[in-house]
């Protein structure tokens, strides 16, 4: 099997997260625009531990996630995270993370398809699926335009500023998946 590295698209290139990433990492997660939908404002602590449990090398059959740093091919600087998690029985959750200074230039789209003819193609999954908080069209936006179908939507499913936010949740199958 082909490692995470191989990952390639048009614009992007992708690598497994290291320690080096820990300041691109936290400007993500503390940037309001991204993190409305994210998480509440997570203390110090909470954040090093979220970054240092995607830190392990990650193969098939890892519990972790697979997390990947997104960088412009052409400058070489990050602009985003990307990857996913095993769920069991041939499903992996997608996730995504794009800094607002490439929101609308389609890389968060060219990135996801680069993510799951990976895990479709080369691991072998059967299904993708994602959560995400409602009223983020973007991110619902760009699941679609990959061909993944709102399935459900999970009420008052994830606590977020002070209150409990109803959550999309959305697949893709194998047999769906067209590559971009």
Not at 67 to 94: H, N, Q, W, Y
Not at 108 to 129: N, P, T
Not at 156 to 166: A, G, P, V
């Amino acid at each position: 099997m082909q490692p995470a590295d191989y990952i390639t698209s048009t614009r992007v290139t992708y690598q497994q997260i290291t320690l080096q990433d820990w300041p691109f990492f936290v400007a993500l997660q503390r940037d309001p625009r991204i993190s409305r939908y994210l998480a509440s404002s997570r203390d110090d602590e909470a954040m090093r531990a979220a970054f240092d449990s995607r830190l392990p090398r990650w193969e098939p059959g890892s519990s972790h996630w697979l997390c990947l740093v997104m960088r412009e091919k052409r400058s070489g600087e990050p602009f985003g995270v990307t990857g996913f998690i095993d769920r069991g029985d041939g499903t992996a959750e997608v996730g995504y993370l794009l800094a607002t200074r490439v929101h609308g230039q389609g890389l968060g789209y060219e990135s996801l398809q680069a993510i799951c003819d990976y895990a479709f193609q080369i691991c072998g999954y059967r299904k993708l699926v994602a959560t995400v908080t409602v009223g983020n069209e973007p991110s619902k936006r760009v699941l679609e335009k990959a061909g993944f179908v709102l399935e459900g939507t999970l009420r008052e499913n994830y606590f977020l500023d002070e209150r409990w936010q109803d959550d999309w949740l959305f697949g893709l199958l194998a047999h769906e998946f067209t590559p971009g």
